[in-house]
């Protein structure tokens, strides 16, 4: 598969703008910005600074290379849970795929650092086998990573990003929020997309027939938990994520998509996630992947005029995880 993007499109350039606002709005929007040993810049956005829902909100257009909108939202379709996430990507693959997913394996020996890479460094380093299928490369003198994690990572780690991405390290910004932050449950529940489009790509609907994309999720409540606060990250997106593909190709493809991208083809399926987590001893690589998609999609083909439906919203999952 060969996607094409719009000549001269960069993912980094696009999101060291949005850094730009985060730095010059860090006090009003509770964020604390450092230089590491290295030169790097370091946001820290919910481990030692409080945070707030805006900067997550910033975070996931940041995460999408600046080709997609994060908006924040009063209404669901989940009574006990109005408040969602609103997400829409002007070109789906290279914003979820190539920018957003959190594919990049990033580990540093000495300290035992170990974390998934976010953002569009990604684009920079090129280090995963998915950018050959998505002939994406940015080209960008200075590079933006996100991270979700309680603590800034090393500068070593820095370092390695920076090498990876051709940049010095005085050109790199690191951001990182914890998953049970009040940004860090934004900027995840604004992956209801991006897990779409990375399980279609693992059910094998060709990617260049994906044109336009939208999703919801409802944000769930932070709780100074991990586990819990995965669980409950996890379960609004399966139980109560919704998103609607724009498609072209025969109607036989994007009906077939719509019945198996919802989560409830999954096996795993119908337990709350932090539930699902302990049943595995905490082995994430255990869980089948095919769980993590959205509850409800819709694939609409523009060349055909149909829309197929599939999967289906579970509230009483999402209420029982919430609470």
């Known amino acids: 598969m060969k996607s094409a993007p719009t ?29 590491g040993d290295a030169g790097e810049r370091l946001i820290d956005c919910g481990a030692d600074a409080p945070g707030c829902l805006e900067l997550g909100r910033l975070i996931g257009e940041i995460c999408m290379g600046g080709l997609g909108t994060v908006q924040i939202a009063g209404t669901s379709p989940l009574e006990k849970w109005p408040l969602s996430v609103m997400v829409h990507a002007k070109d789906p693959v290279i914003s979820c795929l190539g920018s957003q997913y959190a594919g990049w394996t990033i580990t540093e020996e000495k300290s035992g650092f170990f974390a998934l890479g976010s953002g569009p460094a990604r684009a920079l380093s090129r280090v995963e086998e998915l950018f050959e299928e998505l002939g994406y490369a940015d080209k960008c003198d200075e590079a933006v990573l996100v991270i979700e994690g ?8 820095a370092r390695i990003v920076a090498n990876a991405c051709g940049i010095p390290t005085k050109e790199l910004t690191i951001l990182y929020a914890p998953t049970w932050s009040l940004a860090g449950t934004v900027q995840i529940a604004a992956r209801v997309l991006e897990v779409a489009l990375h399980k279609a790509h693992a059910l094998h609907f060709p990617l260049e027939n994906v044109l336009d994309g939208y999703g919801c999720a409802p944000i769930a409540p932070p709780v100074p938990d991990f586990v819990k606060a995965m669980g409950r990250t996890n379960d609004a997106i399966i139980y109560g994520g919704r998103i609607q593909l724009f498609v072209k190709g025969n109607d036989d493809a994007a009906r077939d998509l719509a019945a198996k991208l919802p989560s409830s083809g999954s096996e795993g399926y119908g337990k709350p996630f932090a539930e699902i987590f302990a049943e595995v001893e905490g082995d994430f690589y255990k869980i089948d992947p095919m769980l993590f998609s959205p509850a409800v999609v819709t694939v609409s083909n523009v060349e055909t005029g149909s829309s197929f439906v599939g999967g289906k919203l579970a509230p009483e999952i999402v209420d029982a995880s919430f609470a």
């Open 7 to 35: 000549a001269g499109l960069s993912v980094n350039a696009n999101a060291a703008r949005i850094v730009q606002t985060i730095v010059s709005q860090a006090n009003g929007l509770r964020c604390n910005v450092s230089i």
């Open 150 to 157: 309680d603590k800034a990572p090393p500068s070593a780690v």
